[in-house]
């Protein structure tokens, strides 16, 4: 069983941050209180007063009511994070498929599936890095015999003792 004390110290933290919330989107501190005690079924003045630490009656359907809404809170904020990893997943998987050049980059809606005026992959072509042009050359203009990574001194060393 709680005590009065016990409550307020665990309601306060959960009802700051109703506020604080409320305060962001409405921009008046004020208009925050009153939001958040009509939320909760307790006034605008109420909120102060149980924010300002003054001598004020915690109801256990207020108790309730601020628990309520803080989860609630706290499952949009989760949701909304879940939304934001998996939509990073899909690009994070897009980069690194083009980076390896299996498959080219294909545009993706918010939910995943290509978007609808993406170019399909034909069969049968090799994907093309997009780092990389397909008909790029050397950069190093008159490397003359420039062969095989086994014809470097290193390699033939390395292999010579085996």
């Not at 050049?101 to 034909?122: E, L, N, Q, S």
């Not at 490397?143 to 085996?162: C, F, I, K, Y």
Request: proline share 6%.
């Amino acid at each position: 069983m709680l005590t009065a004390s016990q409550a307020r110290d665990e309601t306060l933290p959960k009802l700051s941050a109703l506020v604080r919330l409320a305060q962001s989107s409405m921009g008046s501190k004020m208009a925050a209180y009153d939001a958040v005690g009509r939320r909760i079924g307790a006034s605008g003045s109420w909120v102060r007063k149980f924010m300002g630490r003054q001598d004020t009656g915690l109801d256990g359907h207020v108790l309730h009511n601020i628990r309520a809404a803080y989860e609630r809170l706290c499952s949009n904020i989760e949701a909304a994070a879940d939304a934001a990893e998996a939509t990073n997943a899909l690009l994070r998987e897009d980069l690194h498929a083009a980076l390896r050049a299996d498959r080219p980059a294909a545009a993706r809606t918010p939910g995943g599936a290509p978007a609808a005026g993406a170019a399909p992959r034909r069969p049968g072509r090799a994907a093309a890095s997009a780092l990389v042009r397909p008909d790029a050359r050397p950069r190093v203009p008159g490397l003359s015999g420039a062969g095989d990574l086994t014809d470097l001194p290193l390699w033939r060393a390395a292999n010579e003792e085996e």
